[in-house]
């Protein structure tokens, strides 16, 4: 069930981002009960913190063509896109965010830190010992109350090597 916070649907291409406000696409990788997570770079906004792998949306692009592209980016991996599980708008003082996170499943390839300083396979219990953005405490309790997103098929389950 999506906790949805806004009524536009997953698939339309969204508010189109301004100077003072980015649309962002974030994954939800679950695998073996545990969730990916990527470390923000140290040189750039909210320098750092750990957050869910994604990134900004192109004009044009639907938040689900920028995840997939994204991930491919970052991580060197293939994903389908799943489930929409979170829609949230946030404030920052430099800025204004809209996220969506999209529950993903890996179809290829093993996370590689291209893009991003270090990525981590946590487990539930652990959400609370890594710092992230003030825009994903909503998320953050979510996932701490969903135990059934967490009990995810492994990769070979899904047919594919491990």
């Not at 962002?24 to 923000?40: C, E, P, S």
């Not at 320098?47 to 792998?53: H, I, K, S």
């Not at 979510?142 to 389950?157: F, V």
């Amino acid at each position: 069930m999506s906790s949805e916070h806004t009524a536009r649907p997953a698939t339309d291409h969204g508010p189109r981002a301004t100077d003072n406000q980015i649309d962002v696409a974030a994954g939800l990788i679950f695998r073996n009960g545990r969730l990916l997570i990527t470390q923000r770079p140290a040189d750039g906004h909210l320098a750092g913190l750990w957050e869910f792998p994604g990134g900004k949306r192109e004009p044009g692009e639907s938040f689900e063509t920028c995840l997939i592209r994204e991930l491919r980016e970052e991580l060197d991996v293939e994903v389908e896109i799943q489930d929409l599980i979170e829609s949230i708008d946030h404030d920052y003082p430099e800025k204004s965010v809209h996220l969506r996170f999209f529950r993903c499943r890996l179809t290829q390839g093993e996370p590689k830190t291209i893009g991003c300083p270090d990525l981590r396979w946590i487990q539930h219990q652990e959400l609370t010992d890594f710092d992230f953005p003030a825009a994903d405490a909503v998320l953050i309790e979510n996932l701490q109350a969903r135990p059934d997103l967490w009990a995810s098929p492994s990769l070979g389950e899904w047919g594919m090597s491990e």
